[in-house]
């Protein structure tokens, strides 16, 4: 059974086009993604990658078409509902967005708290999880102290802390360079395998989807232009 769904889904913005016109960020896009895999989407700046998982987490709505997550319909929730099935459901950023007054533990706790799990369940797991990414020397630290990768570590830590079982990581590597890309890459590989998290990772770079990527769809203006394998999608020397 596909994890994440997308059935003919259309997302338009009103008057946001050319002369006022409405505009079309995702065109009648329809694509399954499997549990337990690394599915990636590519595509340029504007080509509606954020849109996508925007439609993938439910906090927006497709103009037409249906959006299927695990057993659930979004598409057909309410949002108190939605918001359910988006716990299930953990977001790595591209600027990290940790908070800079807590500590690297306080951010992986933050979740925790939200979600009202008690004081000492909730070391044992922030500990569990800062050791899984490398960083539990680093507990007290506070963010601005850390690279960017680490702050990244940081942020699949704090996304995984409530155990979801999908995990969207937007332009997660961005911001990094090569080599800090590659170590974030390897840890979300290890989500992957060890975890068995189904991950969907959106970027622009071709690299990221080549190492890690099991499948991969290309988005081109809103529309889904090709899809399949990695070794099927991009030519090979
Ligand atoms: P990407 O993530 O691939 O850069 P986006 O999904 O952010 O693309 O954007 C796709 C298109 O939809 C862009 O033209 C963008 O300007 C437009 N868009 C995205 N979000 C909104 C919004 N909330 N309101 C109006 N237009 C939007
Ligand atoms: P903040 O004040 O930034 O929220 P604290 O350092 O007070 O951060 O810790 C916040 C949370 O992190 C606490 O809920 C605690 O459970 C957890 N925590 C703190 N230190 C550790 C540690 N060394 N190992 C595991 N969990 C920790």
Partial sequence: QAHVRLEHVTKRFPGNGRRGAPLTALDDVSLEIDRGEVFGVIGYSGAGKSTLVRMINGLETPTRGR???????????????????????????????????????????????????????????????LDFVGLLDRAHDHPEQLSGGQKQRVGIARALATEPSLLLADEATSALDPTTTGEVLALLRRVNRELGVTIVIITHELEVIRSIADRVAVLDGGRLVESGSVYEVFAHP
């Fill in 67 to 129: 959006v299927h997550v695990g057993p659930h319909e979004l598409t057909a929730l309410a949002e108190r509902a939605r918001r359910g099935v988006r716990r299930d459901i953990g977001m790595v950023f591209q600027q990290f967005n940790l908070f800079r007054s807590r500590t690297v533990a306080g951010n992986v706790a933050y979740p925790l708290k939200v979600a009202g799990v008690a004081r000492p369940e909730r070391d044992r797991r922030v500990a569990r999880l």
